[in-house]
């Protein structure tokens, strides 16, 4: 098996956290990670890619082990946090990749191609919405209604969010057996977001959210000027972002790869396996496979 790393490094003035493994020279993937988790959702998947490719894996600020300024130190939007990922990638020395994104880490990743649409070199992506039909309204009317208007009668609709019982669910909903599901997955998730201050954070970072439903015209515009490779894959059962979500890339993107597995919206969790058997045939068709002598690995 590849080593696998654990880095820390200052970014902007802050400490970024990611986990990086596979070949230096190698075609980069970057995997970003949605709410309420880290890079840690990735921790079984990046051994599963870093034999062909450099994976990269960040915690966005206010995420896992990153930095978690409060809200009167750091703007917490999905600007900035798009910023500080094209930060550490310039740091890095990254300016091609492929991108895996899963919730949060779509509207990241979509600034960042929007930006640089030449850096892209293929999306994957899992319940990452780029699409109006992806909304599941049971879900997100809460949200649209605390970014329109907040107020204390708004803002205690989605404080939900952030409660054990929301975060279990998160993880659980529309999973076939959940006994599949570590519960170390939603109590390291949990330890994280009860840091003090960290409620303020994803409150904003929720409000937010309503900035990237405007984005998605010039989105739809940038796939069908450039073509990405893209593969959806999505669990069937989320009710955060719908399946229909997933097939809506066909509009733009004809050739795009749209895979539904009866699952939730953590599919990693439950569904490693059939995941990773997608996104190789995928990502060494979209890139091809690099092998390097193992002393040249990172």
Do not use: C
Request: aromatic share 12%; charged share 20%; no cysteine.
């Amino acid at each position: 098996m590849v080593a696998g790393h654990h880095r820390f490094t200052e970014v902007d003035g802050h400490r970024v956290f990611y986990r990086e493994a596979g070949p230096r020279d190698a075609p980069v993937v970057v995997l970003l990670h949605g709410y309420p988790t880290s890079s840690f959702m990735f921790r079984a998947l990046i051994p599963e890619l870093a034999e062909h490719y450099r994976v990269v894996a960040p915690d966005h600020i206010g995420f896992g082990l990153s930095d978690a300024p409060g809200v009167d130190e750091f703007d917490y939007t999905f600007d900035s946090l798009a910023q500080i990922t094209a930060a550490l990638l310039s740091k890095l020395g990254i300016t091609e990749y492929a991108v895996y994104v899963q919730d949060y880490g779509a509207p990241v990743a979509w600034r960042l191609a929007l930006a640089d649409p030449s850096a892209v070199t293929a999306i994957i992506s899992q319940s990452g919405n780029a699409y109006d039909e992806g909304f599941v309204d049971g879900f997100w009317k809460d949200v649209w209604a605390y970014a329109q208007n907040p107020d204390e009668r708004t803002e205690s609709a989605v404080r939900s969010a952030l409660t054990r019982e929301a975060v279990e669910w998160q993880y659980l909903h529309g999973v076939p057996d959940p006994t599949l599901v570590d519960p170390e997955v939603w109590e390291h998730d949990l330890a994280l977001l009860s840091r003090p201050g960290n409620d303020l954070v994803q409150l904003r970072l929720l409000r937010d959210y309503a900035t990237n439903p405007p984005l998605y015209p010039r989105l739809h515009e940038y796939f069908r000027i450039f073509r990405v490779p893209l593969l959806a894959v999505w669990g069937e059962n989320d009710r955060i972002f719908g399946p229909a979500g997933a097939e809506a890339f066909a509009r733009d993107l004809p050739d795009a790869q749209i895979e539904l597995l009866p699952g939730g919206h953590f599919l990693l969790e439950t569904h490693l396996d059939e995941v990773a058997a997608l996104i190789r045939p995928f990502l060494a068709s979209a890139l091809g496979p690099r092998q390097v002598p193992r002393a040249q690995r990172a």
